[in-house]
C-alpha cells in the first residue's frame, strides 16, 4: 500500500493533478501549448509557454493554478507553492478543490526530495497566511522534511472538505499521513526485529571512550576496562516485547537497570539462564517487577545469558536500557601483579604510578633502593571509581582506606602518617639499602590507586628545582611553575602528574624545605573567585608552615597556617578576595629549621550555584557576623565579663585581620571539591582535602 500511494503522488505532479482536461484553457494560443507541453511531460517547454502567456494576458487564479502545477512538475518547490497559493484567491470551488489538491501533492513532491537529498528545506510559509510558521529545522532528512509533510497534510485535508470521496487526494492523504505520523513499526528502534529467545539482540559492553582534549587522541584513563557499558534509549510497539544476549565470562559481575518514564505503561524486567530454560531474576515463581537487576555469574556458568523486557500493558514505550558489566578483580589487575608478598615486591623507579589495583584480600608490595644519604616520599590515595563513587566517598568518615607501611632492610616498619583520604610516609636520610612498600586495604576493598614514590640525594643536593628562591625577590610564579614540563627520575619540583592539555587548575607539585632553607612563591589571585594554596606533608617528620604576604613580601604576614598535626599533615591559606587580580608572596618554611618533602597545590574551588547566589550568601554571612559582632560590643558593656574577655584574649601578630579565622570553613569547602578536575587529576587533589579535614567548620561562603 504504501508504495503504491507514493506512486500516486508523483503520478498527480506529472499529470497536473488527474489528466490534461483539469488544467485552464483559454483562446489564447500560449497557454493551450503550454497545457499540451505539461502533459506530455515537456515541464520546460510548458513552462516557457505559460510565462510568455503571463506577460500577455491579466493575471488570473487559474493560469497561477496551471504555473504552480508546472512548477512543481519541474522541482522549483518554492516558487510552485507560492504561485499555487496565489490561486487560492479564486471564488470558485472546484478551482479551489484543484488548488488544495495540488498544493498538497506540492508539498509532499517537496518532502520527498528533500528525504532524498535533492531539495533543500527553504521557509515555505512566507506567502501563507492560514498555516503556522515552520519548526526550526533539524538534521536528519526525514525529519528537515517533515515541516513539508505536515503542509501537505493541511492542504489535502482541506481538499478533501469540497470533496471527500477523491481516492487520490485520500492516497495522497495518506502517504503524507505516515511521513507526519508513522506506525510504531516504523519508529521502532535499531535492534529490531528482537522478538523472540531464539532471535535476541547482541549486547557488546565495552569500555567508555574518553573526551577529546586539545585535538590530541584521548589515552583510556586508568581503569576504563573495570566497568564495561551498553547504554540505550530504545522503544517497545504494542504487544511487542524484546530479548537480548550478552556473553559473560565466570566471575562477571552484570548489572542491568531498566528506565520506564512513568504513567506510560508497565514492563517487566527479568534475566535467563544461557538457553532461556532458567529465569534467575527474579526467581521464578516470583511476582515481584524488578526495574534493576544484578547478577554474579558462578563457576562453569559462562555462557550468553538473555535480558527480557516484557511489554506487559501492550502499550507503546519508550525505555532506557542500561547494562553494566565489572569483570573479576583479577582479570583487571595492574602491570605488576602478582607482587602479593615480600619475595614478589616489584621495583619501582621514582614517579608517580596511576590506576594501579588493589582487589579483595590483596595485598601489593614494592621494592625502592636507596643510597646513603637519600630520602624516600611516598604518598598512595585512591582514585575515584567511577559514577557517584566521588560523592560516596567523600561523605565517607574514618581513616583512609589504605594503610601504607615501609619495610627497612632492619626489618623496622615505617607506617604511613593519614593526609585526609591519603597516606603519606616520608623517611629522611634512613641508609641505604632495599626498602620494601606495603599497600593493603579493607577486606572486600576493589579500587585503583596512585602510588608515589620519590627518591632524592641529601639536601642540598637533593633541594628542588626552584632553588635558589630563598627569597620573596626570587619567588617563581606557582601557577606557571606548576604547569612545567616534568623533570626525570621525579625529583622534587616536578608535577605529580603530566598536565593533561585541558583547561583548569594546575596539578600539584613534590618540592623539599632543606634546614634553614625556606621557600617564595608569587601567587596571584582571580577577582571574585576564591583561591587555596595547600601542602601536603607527613608532620612527625618535619613541621612546615605557610604564610601570605603583600606583594612586597615584607612587613606582617596577612594569613599564616601553622596548624598541622600528625593526624592532619598539612596547611592551607585562602587568598583574600578582591575585585581585581592581586599577588602575593607565599613564605613556606620549616618550624624551628626543620626539613620535609611536601606536595603543593593551587586551586580555586567552586562555591555556590553562582555568582549571585554567592554575593547573597556573602551578604548573609556580613550580616550575620555584624550582628554577633554587635552581641559581642554589649556583652562588654558587663562589668563582670570584662575581666575574662581581657584574659582571654591574645595576641594575634600573624593574624592582623581577625576575620581570618572565619575563613577556615571555606578552605574546607574548597579542599573538598579539589578532587573535581577535568585534567583526569582526581586523585592527586584529593590529597589537598586533608589539612583541614578533621577542623569543625567556622564559617560558610
Known sequence: MKRASIGIVVALLAGATGCDSELFRTSHGGVDEANEALAAGKTDEALASYEEAAAEIPESPELSYDRGVALSAAGRHDEATQMLLRALETRDPEL???VYAALGAAYAAWGMDIEHGKAAPEADTKAEPEGAADETAPQKPAELALPKWKRAVEHLEKALLVHPDDEDVLRNLEVALLRVDPPCERRDDELEPNDSPEAPAKIEVAAEAPPQQSGAPAEPPPGAGDVLRWKRQLTLCPDDNDWFSIALGEGDRLSVKLTVPPDLGKVRLSLLAPGGGKQLRPPEGSDVDLDVLDYTVGQGEAGDYLIFVENVDGDEISYGLDVAVRPPCEKTEDQFEENDDAEHAATLTPGPLDGLRICPLDEDWYGVTLAEGES???????????EGAEKDDEQAEGPPPLDLEVIGPDGVVHAGAPAGKARVATLLTPGAGRYLARVVGPPTLEARYQLIVNVVPPCPEGDDQFEDNDGPEDAPDLAQSAQGAPTAGGAPGQPVAPPQGAQ??????????????????????????????TAVFEHAKGDLAMELYDESGTGEPLVRSDRSTVETNGEAVELPKSDEATTYKLHIAGVAGQENFYLLKLDQPQGG??????????????????????????????????????????PEPAQPNKEEPK??????????????????LEAQERALKSPLANHPPEKDW
Do not use: H
Open 96 to 98: 479551489r478543490f484543484k
Open 376 to 386: 624516600l616520599f611516598m604518598y598512595v590515595q585512591l582514585q575515584p571509581q567511577g
Open 504 to 533: 583548569g587548575p594546575p596539578p600539584p607539585m613534590l618540592l623539599r624545605i632543606c634546614p634553614g632553607d625556606p621557600d617564595w612563591f608569587s601567587v596571584t589571585s582571580t577577582p571574585d573567585k576564591p583561591t587555596v594554596v
Open 609 to 650: 550555584s553562582g555568582e549571585q547566589d554567592q554575593d547573597q550568601k556573602d551578604q548573609d554571612k556580613q550580616d550575620q557576623d555584624k550582628q554577633d559582632q554587635d552581641k559581642q560590643d554589649q556583652d562588654k558593656q558587663k562589668p563582670e565579663d570584662q575581666k575574662d574577655q581581657k584574659d582571654q584574649k591574645q
Open 663 to 680: 575563613q577556615q570553613r571555606p578552605l574546607e569547602d574548597a579542599l573538598d571539591k579539589l578532587d573535581r578536575n577535568p585534567q583526569n
